[in-house]
């Protein structure tokens, strides 16, 4: 059998930075949602939904054929399963193993990015495991009685949130529609199919204090409708899936970082040592960019560009 090697174009660094930045936005929300009431699906809703509609407000445009099929699919899985498989595992276990094992999707992107014919060099396997490990000393505390629902539905978030990435960097975006739109797209479908299981079982949804709703409209302007349109955003410019699954673990540990400076939560030797071993992920796996697009470079050249202006 002759094994495919497809040849990667140098991705802009914009687009690199910016699929980054989504995962420290996406990781605010760990602050925002412990001020939120206890209706996970509703809130997921009050995120998603409007998320969506900012979006598709900014650019508004509509799928066609196939495309209506592929944005309730990437909705299912990037939003609609992501939030309802979250819901579930944060009622049976505790949030940090929830985050461990969801971070998990950092080995599921490569393994499936194979699957397309794709030869990967060890190092992108080898970063993502020191990612993860990283992400345990970070979040995980002690001993935890642990819940096999609770598991099962963090790892099938895990996988569902690997197979959103894999096919959204694999299909792009309709001819003629920008990036936001087909992400607004997949937020309203993803939206859409959690509002009936939140009516269903969490009954009405809860009134929110002054406080409360400013938690809501962070999680939706910020950690989701900014957050997702600038990873997925960068992920459709270019880079590549096996990239953004990694980058997805600075979510865990800008969570931490807040909740250390606002919440006035300790910031442990082990802690440090997990946020250095993710941060070694970042550095390590960038090989198959032919070198140019190793961390201090982009950083260097993005600099350079702003320098230049």
């Known amino acids: 059998m002759t094994t495919v090697i497809r040849q990667v174009a140098p991705v802009n660094t914009y687009a690199l930075l910016s699929c980054a930045m989504g995962p420290c936005l996406f990781g605010t929300a760990f602050l925002a949602i412990q001020s939120l009431p206890a209706a996970p699906l509703w809130n997921a809703v009050c995120r998603v939904l409007p998320a969506g509609l900012v979006l598709f407000a900014v650019r508004p445009a509509r799928p066609e ?26 009622h049976r276990i505790p949030g940090a193993v929830v985050s461990t094992i969801s971070a998990a999707q950092c080995i599921v992107v490569p393994l499936m990015v194979m699957t397309t014919g794709q030869r990967l060099a060890p190092r992108q396997f080898l970063a993502p495991l020191l990612g993860l490990l990283g992400v345990g000393l970070v979040v995980l505390r002690g001993t935890t009685r642990l819940d096999l629902m609770g598991v099962g539905a963090a790892a099938t978030l895990a996988l569902l949130s690997g197979t959103g990435m894999v096919l959204t960097r694999r299909w792009g975006v309709p001819p003629s529609t920008a990036p936001l739109s087909a992400i607004a797209w997949q937020m309203l479908a993803g939206g859409l199919m959690l509002l009936p299981l939140a009516m269903l079982l969490e009954g009405e949804p809860p009134s929110l204090s002054p406080h409360q709703l400013l938690a809501t409209g962070w999680l939706a302007l910020a950690a989701t409708a900014a957050a997702f349109a600038l990873f997925f955003g960068g992920l459709l410019r270019g880079v590549e899936a096996t990239t953004g699954s ?17 919440a006035h939560q300790s910031l442990t030797i082990v802690q440090l040592a997990g946020i250095s071993l993710v941060l070694a992920a970042q550095f390590g796996g960038f090989e198959h960019y032919a070198g140019e697009h190793a961390w201090p470079r982009v950083a260097w050249t993005f600099m350079a560009q702003r320098a230049r202006r």
């Open 65 to 90: 054929g196939i495309w209506w099929a592929r944005a309730v699919l990437l909705g299912m899985l990037n939003f609609g399963g992501f939030f309802g498989l979250q819901a579930v595992a944060a």
């Open 246 to 262: 990694r980058l997805i673990l600075l979510g865990p540990v800008v969570a931490v970082i807040l909740g250390w400076t606002f």
